[in-house]
Antibody, heavy 123, light 105 residues
């Protein structure tokens, strides 16, 4: 079965750190670009960042709102992606989705989504 | 960043209605436009990619059109399971999403 399963969310104090994981199965994870998108309660979708495949040198990119605080990594031997979040702010509170950026020719789309993991930043 | 603007932000419709949602890009994105459906408490689901291509398993009542800066998602005959929030997303550059359109009864 094709799936992504996030884990590691929880409650953290402002200024704290949290690392969430995303375990993939049912598709070729090592050849896939992986993204993180978040959604605050009752709000829309916000792109957080991505890590590309080995073929694309594991390049990463981040939204301005998280750059310098969040780091995306991956372990292809374990079919797992990670989102390390440091210096967390209250406004980082959201459900975090791990997603595959699949392609059809030159066109890319978020075709496989995890169920999401809730991160709450509060004192 | 490319800004994506959806309209309306919400709409009320009935089963069997034809529903149209529009999405505009702040600059030309060719056909690098995707549509997603999200139900409460669930992850979004890909409906349409590359502006008009139906994702596998998605009912044919969903269709997409447009290119450049103006795009449309159409549901030809609204079904009870289609009441949800719909998002457009550009894949021309760093991904960005529209603000969403909530389709309500």
């Amino acid at each position: 079965e094709v799936q992504l399963v996030e884990s590691g969310g929880g409650l953290v104090q402002p200024g704290g750190s949290l690392k969430v994981s995303c375990a993939a199965s049912g598709f070729t994870f090592s050849g896939s670009d992986m993204h993180w998108v978040r959604q605050a309660s009752g709000k829309g979708l916000e792109w957080v960042g991505h890590i590309r495949s080995k073929a694309n040198s594991y390049a990463t990119a981040y939204a301005a709102s998280v750059k310098g605080r969040f780091t995306i990594s991956r372990d292809d031997s374990k079919n797992t992606a990670f989102l390390q979040m440091n210096s967390l702010k209250i406004e980082d509170t959201a459900v975090y989705f791990c997603i595959r950026y699949g392609s059809s020719g030159n066109y890319y789309a978020f075709d496989i989504w995890g169920q999401g993991t809730m991160v709450t930043v509060s004192s | 960043d490319i800004q994506m603007t959806q309209s309306p932000s919400s709409l009320s419709a009935s089963v069997g209605d034809r529903v149209t949602i529009t999405c505009g890009a702040s600059q030309s994105i060719s056909r690098y436009l995707n549509w997603y459906q999200q139900k409460p408490g669930k992850a979004p689901k890909l409906l349409i990619y590359a502006a008009s291509n139906l994702q596998s398993g998605v009912p044919a009542r969903f269709s997409g059109s447009g290119s450049g800066t103006d795009f449309t998602l159409t549901i030809s005959s609204l079904q009870p399971e289609d009441f949800a929030t719909y998002y457009c997303q550009q894949s021309y550059t760093t991904p960005t999403f529209g603000g969403g359109t909530k389709v309500e009864i």
